[in-house]
């Protein structure tokens, strides 16, 4: 299936929600984005709904259509977390990075006998390249100027030919309860400081938010291409 067929489809695209572990997370006391990621893998959280079910799914098929369509031959994920989400990628190379060493266990060990994928936190990132690079449910975790700045620079650095994020896309934090949560209007970062790259398109939800994280989502995709700057 096309990606463009993928756009008009139903939002039925699989079984109804799975149970989400949410005690041990929602009870982590919150003091910076780094820490709160590392705790939250190391007391046995995993990387939230939006990783699971109709979630991961909807995902899955964008970007795998993504990838199909445009010839991509390498993939870097800037947040792999516990590697639920690229149970369902069909990438033909994928380097994961994350914050935290017990996600990057995780993922190495659930991975292991997969050649094609590698896993490192982001204290071993070397400055690898690939043709797309990718931010899944991530930057509304930055809580903090400077971490969103590095993690921005570092995710369109990173890439070749594209960047994919999903995300909210929005400064409005107004009644937003979760100390790990802000909400950021990235896309006035990126024409700022990322010049050499266009909005190639913005593909709404299929499940948008409504109040209930675990049937919608604030998040849409967003697909930034590289400019030839010579021309």
């Not at 870097?76 to 060493?101: C, H, K, M, W």
């Not at 049937?215 to 700057?229: E, M, P, V």
């Amino acid at each position: 299936m096309s990606l463009k067929e993928i756009i008009k489809k139903s939002p039925l695209l699989g079984p109804s929600l799975m149970w989400i572990r949410r005690k041990t997370q929602t009870q982590l006391k919150f003091e910076r984005s780094d820490q709160y990621w590392k705790d939250r893998y190391k007391n046995g959280g995993n990387s939230g709904a939006g990783s699971y079910s109709i979630f991961a799914e909807f995902k899955a098929e964008i970007l795998n259509a993504f990838v199909e369509e445009n010839a991509i031959q390498s993939v870097i994920e800037f947040g792999s977390g516990d590697g639920n989400q690229l149970t369902l990628a069909t990438y033909p190379r994928y380097l994961g990075v994350d914050i935290s060493p017990e996600a990057v266990a995780l993922c190495e060990a659930r991975f292991q006998k997969d050649g094609n994928k590698a896993f490192i936190t982001l204290d071993q990132y070397a400055d690898e390249r690939g043709d797309l690079s990718i931010s899944l449910d991530v930057i509304y975790h930055l809580v903090e100027d400077g971490t969103f700045h590095a993690y921005m620079h570092r995710l369109f650095d990173a890439a070749l030919r594209y960047v994919i994020i999903y995300s909210s896309n929005t400064d409005e934090n107004s009644g937003n309860d979760a100390a790990h949560v802000r909400h950021r209007h990235f896309s006035a970062w990126i024409d700022k400081h990322q010049s050499a790259w266009v909005l190639d398109r913005h593909l709404p939800n299929c499940y948008p938010y409504s109040g209930n994280s675990e049937t919608g989502s604030f998040a849409d995709f967003f697909i930034y291409k590289k400019i030839d700057l010579k021309h």
